[in-house]
């Protein structure tokens, strides 16, 4: 069956405090695509990264990285620097199929409060 | 490119009444599909539309339906409300089939609320 779980429900770091967002997956297919979302207080779900099921490479954009190990099913989400703008519910989502033509699997998302 | 555009982007509905969402799709991109988020149970998938027909579903009663129109615009349809259906829909558009795997990019959403 699939399933994404991000078991950590809520994260508050300091303003510039590094911060790891969790994701863990199960599915039995050999093609998959992993994303990850941000959702502001405005609710609407903004696209981060998409990562599919043979490229194990790490990907670094500005202050955000993403570590994705198909050995222990994981995706994770690193915030370098950590600013009050970060402050979002962060979903990690997970589309079966050669084309990820599948619905997106959501995990139940982790709040990350960012103080000054 | 204009994003995804939701309307309207709250609601107010009695329970028993019928209540329609719009959402018309990124310039270009073919397929819509819909999203329920409720506290407890969190984003889930209802449906997906693709060239006017749907092709794929969620575990959702036959009280939510949709359509999508020759312009790619699309709407769910929720009939006899319930209170649980209180929640935010959000709407998504991709290209597909592109090729290659698609993203979806979300519209704001639309806040229903059944009284």
């Known amino acids: 069956a699939q399933k994404v779980t991000q078991a950590q429900t809520e994260i508050s770091v300091v303003e510039k405090e590094d911060v790891t967002l969790d994701c863990v997956y199960e599915t039995r297919d050999t093609t998959y695509y992993l994303f990850w979302y941000k959702q502001p207080p405005s609710g609407e779900l903004v696209f981060l990264i998409r990562?599919?099921?043979?490229?194990?490479q790490n990907e670094i954009s500005g202050r955000y990285s993403w570590n994705f190990q198909k050995s222990t099913s994981s995706f994770n989400f690193t915030i370098t620097a950590s600013q009050v703008v970060d402050s979002a519910v962060y979903f990690c989502?997970?589309?079966?199929?050669?084309?990820?033509?599948?619905?997106?699997?959501f995990g139940t998302g982790t709040r990350l409060q960012v103080f000054p | 490119k204009a994003g995804v555009t939701q309307t309207p982007r709250y609601l107010i509905k009695t329970r028993g009444q019928q209540v329609t969402l719009s959402c018309s799709p990124i310039s270009g991109h073919r397929s819509v599909s819909w999203y329920q988020q409720t506290p407890g149970q969190g984003l889930q998938f209802l449906f997906e539309?693709?060239?006017?027909?749907?092709?794929n579903k969620g575990n959702f009663p036959g009280r939510f339906s949709g359509r999508q129109f020759s312009n790619s615009r699309s709407e769910m349809n929720v009939s006899t409300l319930e209170l649980g259906d209180s929640a935010l829909y959000l709407c998504?558009?991709?290209?597909?089939?592109?090729?290659?795997?698609?993203?979806?990019?979300f519209g704001p959403g639309t806040r229903l609320t059944v009284l």
């Open positions: 990562r599919n099921s043979f490229d194990e």
């Open positions: 989502a997970l589309s079966e199929g050669a084309l990820g033509t599948d619905k997106l699997i």
């Open positions: 539309y693709f060239s006017e027909t749907q092709r």
């Open positions: 998504a558009s991709r290209h597909f089939p592109s090729g290659t795997t698609d993203t979806q990019y």
